[in-house]
């Protein structure tokens, strides 16, 4: 602590740049594209698993869906599925928060701790149960506020269509605020070691609005990523013979085998990506806005 420099009075915020912070993704992927592509492996193998599950205690109901190719193409249908049977909705629910723990931990740990050991960053261990813990805890605060906004919607339905647009605008920035004020969360979880709400809205407090920025830029970035990706899929299949042609099994060729396989791969790096640029821009928020604390600190003994 004695050795660091203490920031210049009025420059406190010098350190967190949300543009910066927002690109942490970006960085991640160029400078370590082995470790991106390890993390898409993993993830395949945790997606298998969730299948491989979904299909037994779901039995003929997903393996019909699977065979017309609903799966991605229909994700209401899924879900719809899963909710007929809440013992599989759970266990999935539950599988699904553990392993994007285990990638956004392996994230986390790439950035805030990138010399402790692991197969490409990847543990599996206390940190990433916690992180899995606080997910679910972050979907539950979401779903509350869901089911706060329908009803305030239909209160505010008595009042016509001017009363439900801005029972429905102050539930969004409700949201909002909730989210961005939590949104410190997993990486002080990471850090710490501790689940604690009070002690991540406090690391935020202050920084709303360059926290703001840094999502919104986050999710454009990753939204750019999102339309190059869909923009290449859509080349490869319609050189291969359209999405007929990789559908009906009948028609399969080498060519159309290729397709479905760089189409898969587009779809995991795409998840995967997802995750690291959702995830890396908090870690780095985490570790600057820490050390902007700890200058103040300093600055004031």
Same mark, same amino acid.
């Given at each position: 602590?004695?050795?660091?420099?203490?920031? $210049?009075?009025?420059?406190?915020?010098?350190?967190?740049?949300?543009?910066?912070?927002?690109?942490?993704?970006?960085?991640? +992927?160029?400078?370590?594209?082995?470790?991106?592509?390890?993390?898409?492996?993993?993830?395949?193998?945790?997606?298998?698993?969730?299948?491989?599950?979904?299909? $037994?205690?779901? !039995?003929?109901?997903?393996?019909?869906? $699977?065979?017309?190719?609903?799966?991605?193409?229909?994700?209401?249908?899924?879900?719809?599925?899963?909710?007929?049977?809440?013992?599989?909705?759970?266990?999935?629910?539950?599988? +699904?928060?553990?392993?994007?723990? @285990?990638?956004?931990?392996?994230?986390?740990?790439?950035?805030?701790?990138?010399?402790?050991?692991?197969?490409?960053?990847?543990?599996?261990?206390?940190?990433?149960?916690?992180?899995?813990?606080?997910?679910?805890?972050?979907?539950? @605060?979401?779903?509350?506020?869901?089911?706060?906004?329908?009803?305030?919607?239909?209160?505010?339905?008595?009042?016509? +269509?001017?009363?439900?647009?801005?029972?429905?605008?102050?539930?969004? @920035?409700?949201?909002?605020? @909730?989210?961005?004020?939590?949104?410190?969360?997993?990486?002080?979880?990471?850090? +710490?070691?501790?689940?604690?709400?009070?002690?991540?809205?406090?690391?935020?407090?202050?920084?709303?609005?360059?926290?703001?920025?840094?999502?919104?830029?986050?999710?454009?970035?990753?939204?750019?990523?999102?339309?190059?990706?869909?923009?290449?899929?859509?080349?490869?299949?319609?050189?291969? !013979?359209?999405?007929?042609?990789?559908?009906?099994?009948?028609?399969?060729?080498?060519?159309?085998?290729?397709?479905?396989?760089?189409?898969?791969?587009?779809?995991?790096?795409?998840?995967?990506?997802?995750?690291?640029?959702?995830?890396?821009?908090?870690?780095?928020?985490?570790?600057?806005?820490?050390?902007?604390?700890?200058?103040?600190?300093?600055?004031?003994?």
């Amino acid at each position: 602590m004695a050795g660091r420099v203490a920031l $210049a009075p009025g420059n406190t915020m010098a350190r967190f740049s949300p543009s910066d912070a927002a690109l942490e993704g970006f960085r991640l +992927t160029r400078e370590h594209p082995g470790v991106v592509l390890a993390w898409s492996a993993v993830y395949f193998g945790g997606i298998l698993l969730i299948g491989l599950t979904m299909m $037994a205690t779901l !039995g003929p109901q997903f393996i019909a869906l $699977a065979r017309k190719g609903q799966l991605n193409t229909d994700p209401e249908a899924t879900a719809a599925l899963l909710t007929q049977s809440w013992p599989a909705f759970l266990l999935v629910l539950l599988m +699904t928060a553990v392993l994007m723990s @285990i990638i956004a931990a392996g994230v986390m740990r790439l950035v805030l701790r990138p010399a402790e050991p692991g197969f490409a960053h990847l543990r599996v261990g206390r940190d990433e149960l916690r992180l899995a813990a606080a997910n679910l805890i972050c979907i539950l @605060i979401y779903v509350i506020s869901a089911v706060v906004g329908v009803i305030g919607a239909r209160g505010a339905a008595q009042s016509g +269509t001017v009363g439900v647009v801005v029972a429905g605008a102050a539930t969004l @920035i409700f949201a909002i605020w @909730i989210g961005v004020r939590l949104s410190l969360l997993l990486p002080t979880v990471f850090v +710490t070691g501790k689940i604690s709400l009070g002690l991540a809205w406090r690391k935020t407090e202050g920084h709303f609005w360059r926290l703001f920025g840094m999502i919104m830029m986050a999710v454009i970035f990753y939204v750019i990523v999102y339309i190059l990706f869909s923009i290449i899929s859509v080349v490869v299949v319609e050189l291969s !013979g359209g999405q007929a042609a990789i559908q009906d099994i009948a028609r399969l060729t080498p060519l159309t085998a290729i397709t479905v396989l760089i189409t898969l791969v587009l779809q995991l790096l795409l998840q995967v990506l997802q995750i690291v640029m959702i995830y890396a821009p908090f870690a780095v928020a985490y570790r600057d806005l820490a050390l902007v604390t700890d200058e103040i600190a300093v600055a004031g003994t």
